[in-house]
Structure formats: C-alpha cells, structure tokens
C-alpha cells in the first residue's frame, strides 16, 4: 500500500474515480482516511474528485450529480469530470488543483 507515501510531503492531491465504474468511488473515505492520516492537522491540503473517462459518458455508472454531491459531502475543493483520451477537462483539474494549493499559502 503506496498511498502514505505519496502523501507525505504533498501539497495537494486528485482524487480520481471511473465514471463508468460506480465501485471506484464507493470507498472514497478509506482512501481520504488515509489521507488525513499522513497530513498534519495545521498543513493545508486541497483535494479535487475527478471523474475520469467523460469520453465515455453514455456508459456511466455515477452521475455528474452524484459526483458532485459525493465531492461536497466530503468537504473537498472541487470537482471536474475528464478524459485523459481526448483531453476534455484535464488542463482545467490541474489549474484548479494549482489555484487551490497556492491559496493555501
């Protein structure tokens, strides 16, 4: 299990989920737990929930919707759905993650 080690040392993160595959996001508190663990209660750390594989949107599991209400209930710093196959939205998870880390500052 890699994860904490990733984390340590981290300014931000992504937390990235199949929006054709409902069970990639189910478990999303053990993995923040994990999180949470590794950083120090002072330290800010911005998380963005990603929902990946947009280009295939007509075999979603998880809705926009439900993606969203998952991220707010969650208390993380947004939400964007992408596609790394054709590129919809990546620039724009990656300018929101850097915007929510040097705010932090």
Wanted: hydrophobic share 40%.
């Amino acid at each position: 299990f890699l994860l904490p080690t990733y984390v340590r040392g981290a300014r931000g993160g992504i937390f990235m989920y199949d929006i054709t595959n409902y069970s990639s996001i189910a478990h999303i508190d053990d993995w923040l737990a994990v999180i949470k663990k590794e950083i120090k209660d002072e330290d800010q750390f911005p998380i963005i929930v990603a929902g990946g594989k947009a280009d295939l949107a007509e075999h979603r599991e998880v809705s926009a919707r439900d993606g969203i209400k998952i991220a707010k209930s969650r208390g993380v710093d947004g939400f964007i759905e992408c596609s790394s196959k054709n590129g919809e939205n990546v620039e724009k998870l990656f300018e929101a993650l850097t915007r929510s880390m040097l705010n932090n500052f």
